[in-house]
């Protein structure tokens, strides 16, 4: 059974940094996308970024892009959501997730993750 359990939430103020990680177990994690999904109260989820297998692609959305940075450590079995220059916007409840099948892409489309974490708060005052 694939488990995804988030970690590293909090409430900072606009212009600090957080990183989140999220711990998987149950499958092989080097053989698996990740992705990392946001959900703002009131909002539709959001795909902030994801990570390939092997860590050599990575794809952010444009919203983050330039301030988020997405890293895996396999012997760990984690992935890494660094947030720099946070602001109000970014406050949701971030998620990591990861599809059903192995393949070194990173999947784009929401509905390609099968398997999701619980999901850790992020608040940014301003």
């Known amino acids: 059974q694939v488990q995804l359990v988030e970690s590293g939430g909090g409430l900072v103020q606009a212009g600090d940094s957080l990183r989140l990680s999220c711990v998987a177990s149950?499958?092989?994690?080097?053989?698996?996308?990740m992705g990392w999904i946001r959900q703002a109260p009131g909002k539709e989820q959001e795909f902030v970024g994801g990570?390939?297998?092997?860590?050599?692609?990575?794809y952010y959305a444009d919203s983050v892009k330039g301030r988020f940075t997405i890293s895996r450590d396999n012997a760990k079995n984690t992935v890494y959501l660094q947030m720099n220059s946070l602001n109000p916007e970014d406050t949701a409840t971030y998620y990591c997730?990861?599809?059903?099948?192995?393949?070194?892409?990173?999947?784009?489309?929401?509905?390609?993750?099968?398997?999701w974490g619980l999901g850790t708060q992020v608040t940014v005052s301003s």
């Open positions: 997730a990861s599809p059903e099948y192995s393949d070194d892409r990173v999947p784009v489309r929401i509905d390609e993750y099968h398997y």
């Open positions: 149950g499958r092989t994690f080097s053989g698996y996308s």
């Open positions: 990570i390939s297998w092997s860590g050599d692609s990575t």
